[in-house]
């Protein structure tokens, strides 16, 4: 035998997001770049796969040595389309990425060794399982031509991100290669379809049968991938304690560890400025209002609160349907009790549309002539009244409607009058393609933006993005204008949206389902102090829920302008707990779990 000259180490990261935005885990590995590169330098390498559009933007392809890309140039002479380069991203790490296009025409061999040697089936299975089965023949392709050359000198460890990157891990444990490996489940596919369908899933959890509702629920291939790579990794991992519950049921296997997520918040920092960002971008918040609201009736917004929900629809997992009860509840309390506060409700989700709604487009640009022709106005009088002032000899006050001529006169008075409506504002921006959840509890509830109602909905069935017409902003830009994010999650392994609002200084609601109120209620007791609030779904009813939340809603609202400044000076001093540099102290510790237990073969 050869003695081992191990003397470095190596680690790959394997997932469907990496360079490819399609959800959560995509900011997950994203945001954590810059710590893992601060840690492991030019041995870290991230694998994922090629979509041309997306590489495009992300992706720059160098050229060098590294044992990284004489694997991929090897790779390449074997007619495999693998592409070797660098993030561009913070950190700029290292990353290979496959182009499993000409895999497609094996898939069926592909699907034929799956059940012949771990009895997966993938009969009936949707399309996305062929491609992530071409991918990760590739990814194994790859590992394996890159442990036979180098696993003398270096010690590999492969860590692996949900189900889509799992095959090639049961693979090589299975042939008991040189390798060490973590499983990472962000969301069990059964839970996220089985809490989605029915009532009370947490406490049937126990009961259910994994393969029975995989089959019931049509995801068996998914399923079976996802319990075989937890029953085979060195070591099992999940993003909180709530989904380690799941992992205990669905993959029969308790997880070693427990990975927090974070976010990279130097990239989030503004210092000193998020209370003046806030005000910025409250103002933009501010015109959109005036624009979809003021046409019908108009109310003081210095005294308006903005509270928003986003995220995939999801109506029941997201909470959104708790979200909107409490709303309802709030705007009855908030009208009973004489509260003049006002409330702004934004919905931002993605569902299917036809087009923004052409009457919210038209009352934005009536907005828009009428701040035209005031600007204008303006500066006419700005200039008569300059004059006025200097030859002025009675040191009166000049008259300043004399100094506005009749035609910006009858374009003002003209332009208000096709401004002013009878009818009630949109409480969708868009033309969905029919009734959704959402819109039947607008219509049952009759909350319909009426002027009497302290709370005012705007469902805007689409991301918030630069080029929207109706607000013009990025999301984040969206969020620092906003007072309070609202999430009360039913199922939520992790939940990214509140804790983006915790690091631009804005507090949230969230709940102990969800992996990061249920982290938050592990990590400090006075939580509200810090403009974090917890809906307990755990032990309470729907409605005893519903009743909680509009009651925070309600404690919030009434609170005085300057302890909601001082909430959000606590919420964005804390922060830094879920900085990356903080927490990938538990990838570290996962990684030399894995490390010890590499020696350990499959039976």
Not at 303 to 321: A, I, M, P, V, W
Not at 342 to 358: E, H, L
Request: hydrophobic share 35%; with cysteine.
């Amino acid at each position: 035998m050869e003695p081992r000259e191990q003397s470095k180490e190596v680690l790959f990261e394997l997932a469907w997001e990496v360079c490819n935005q399609v959800g959560g885990i995509y900011t997950v590995i994203r945001s954590k770049v810059p710590a893992m590169v601060e840690k492991w330098g030019d041995d870290y390498c991230l694998i994922g796969p090629y979509f041309p559009q997306t590489a495009g933007i992300e992706f720059d392809a160098i050229e060098d040595d590294s044992i990284f890309n004489k694997t991929a140039k090897k790779l390449q002479k074997n007619g495999f389309d693998v592409h070797y380069g660098r993030w561009l991203v913070t950190g700029r790490p290292r990353i290979i990425l496959l182009d499993f296009s000409k895999m497609m025409d094996n898939v069926d061999k592909l699907k034929f060794d799956l059940w012949e040697n771990h009895q997966i089936s993938t009969i009936n299975a949707e399309p996305l399982v062929n491609s992530v089965i071409a991918f990760s023949h590739m990814i194994e392709e790859y590992l394996k031509s890159f442990v036979d050359d180098y696993s003398k000198k270096y010690s590999v460890t492969a860590h692996f991100h949900e189900w889509m990157s799992a095959i090639p891990l049961i693979n090589l444990r299975k042939e008991n290669k040189d390798i060490a490996t973590v499983f990472t489940t962000h969301a069990t596919m059964l839970g996220r379809y089985i809490a989605g369908n029915v009532d009370n899933f947490y406490e049937h959890l126990p009961s259910y049968n994994w393969r029975e509702e995989a089959k019931n629920y049509g995801i068996e291939a998914q399923a079976g991938i996802e319990h075989a790579a937890a029953q085979k990794c060195h070591v099992l991992t999940t993003v909180s304690d709530v989904t380690a519950k799941e992992c205990e049921v669905f993959f029969e296997r308790e997880c070693d560890l427990i990975l927090p997520n974070g976010l990279n918040i130097t990239r989030y920092a503004a210092t000193h400025e998020f209370q003046n960002l806030h005000v910025k971008y409250k103002q933009k918040i501010n015109q959109f209002v005036m624009g979809h609201f003021f046409q019908s009736y108009s109310w003081d917004l210095d005294n308006t609160l903005y509270f928003f929900t986003s995220g995939r629809y999801e109506f029941k997992n997201k909470g959104y349907d708790l979200t909107l009860e409490a709303l309802k509840r709030l705007n009855f309390k908030l009208v009973k009790n004489k509260v003049d506060t006002n409330v702004v409700m934004f919905i931002i989700t993605r569902n299917p549309i036809k087009s923004i709604d052409p009457g919210v487009l038209q009352s934005r640009a009536v907005m828009e002539e009428i701040k035209e022709t005031c600007e204008a106005i303006e500066k006419q009088i700005g200039e008569e009244l300059f004059y006025a002032s200097a030859s002025n000899t009675d040191h009166t006050m000049p008259n300043l409607n004399e100094m506005v001529d009749e035609y910006w006169r009858l374009r003002l008075r003209r332009t208000i009058q096709s401004w002013k409506v009878n009818t009630l504002p949109h409480t969708v921006t868009h033309l969905l393609q029919g009734p959704d959840d959402i819109t039947r509890f607008f219509d049952e509830s009759n909350l319909k933006n009426h002027e009497k109602d302290r709370v005012k909905f705007v469902y805007h069935p689409d991301f918030i993005s630069p080029t929207n017409p109706l607000f013009g902003m990025e999301y984040g830009q969206f969020v620092r204008g906003c007072h309070l994010g609202v999430f009360p999650s039913y199922y939520e392994p992790w939940g990214y949206t509140p804790l983006e609002c915790v690091i631009r200084g804005i507090p949230t609601v969230t709940s102990d389902l969800s992996g990061f109120g249920d982290f938050m209620q592990q990590i400090m007791e006075d939580y509200e102090s810090v403009g974090v609030y917890v809906v307990n779904r755990k032990s309470k009813s729907f409605d005893e829920a519903a009743d909680q939340l509009a009651d925070q809603l309600y404690q919030f609202v009434i609170m005085n302008r300057r302890d909601r400044i001082m909430q959000r000076n606590r919420t964005e001093n804390f922060s830094d707990i879920f900085d990356w540099v903080n927490l990938r102290s538990y990838y570290d510790t996962a990684h030399d779990m894995a490390k010890k237990k590499r020696g350990v073969k499959l039976k």
